[in-house]
């Protein structure tokens, strides 16, 4: 039944009436849970940060389990690099360029477990069929670099997971069980990107970064409460229209 209801000299009928206050809600919860989401992103970043500046820790085998979760931290680890069974991530675009990101496998000494190291960024040729060279010396080192997930996609693709056949090895997504197969070793789940300060890098510009900042949070909550404001004005001019007629 869709009564009327009178509220301060005007009469508005009950469904539009409670239709308005649940759009409302919704809209001010959504509001609200966006600020919640910011504040609670500064303090991961805050986190992020307080990690960055963390003493730099020998990463070994022991660690590798618990590495993911020490989100750059700064490491050192021994071993060598796999020149045969490199890769390069496909579409990361710097300054406008389209390139690539090299992908290394690094085998640990005393271990058979492998990382890929993240030499750094170079730009793909106009002949996309003609792949940069991208050698390294297999020689025993210690580098030193920042532990991170790898880089992801806005839009997973079928498929993009799979590594061509050539080598280098062109690859759209890291997965890391997938390529562990290819390269015959367990790869961990996480990469290290090197220094900038390393050799055998390429150009190496790393940032704490998220998917979505706290100043972006806030920005969706100002369009929401903006949206909750009109839909109030809106109703308002449509009880005041039906009251007078």
């Known amino acids: 039944m869709n009564r009327k209801i009178r509220v301060k000299g005007f009469y508005i009928k009950s469904v539009p009436l409670m239709a308005y206050l649940c759009f409302l809600v919704l809209l001010l919860s959504l509001g609200n849970w ?5 504040k609670e992103k500064a303090v991961y970043i805050s986190e992020l940060n307080r990690s960055a500046d963390l003493p730099k820790i020998p990463l070994t085998a022991d660690l590798i389990e618990a590495a993911k979760s020490l989100r750059f931290q700064a ?4 071993g060598r690099y796999d020149d045969q069974h490199q890769f390069l991530l496909d579409n990361q675009v710097r300054r406008g360029k389209v390139g690539y990101f090299v992908m290394t496998p690094f085998y640990l000494t005393g271990s058979t477990i ?22 390294v010396h297999e020689n025993q080192i210690t580098i ?10 806005g839009v997973k693709l079928k498929g993009a997971e799979i590594p061509t056949d ?13 390529l562990a197969k290819i390269i015959n070793r367990p790869l961990a789940d996480f990469q290290i990107e090197l220094h900038p300060e390393s050799p055998d890098g390429y150009e190496r510009s790393w940032h704490i970064s998220v998917e979505i900042t706290p100043e972006k949070h806030i920005a969706y909550a100002i369009q929401w409460f903006g949206l909750a404001l009109t839909l109030t004005i809106l109703f308002v001019w449509y009880s005041i229209k039906k009251s007078n007629e």
């Open 34 to 38: 966006q600020l919640t989401r910011s």
């Open 144 to 153: 030193s670099g920042r532990i991170n997930q790898f880089p992801g996609l």
């Open 75 to 78: 490491v050192e680890v021994s």
């Open 166 to 178: 050539t080598w280098p090895s062109v690859v759209q997504l890291i997965d890391s069980q997938v």
């Open 114 to 135: 492998a990382i890929l190291v993240n030499r750094g960024w170079i730009p793909a040729n106009l002949d996309r069929n003609q792949l940069p060279d991208i050698a």
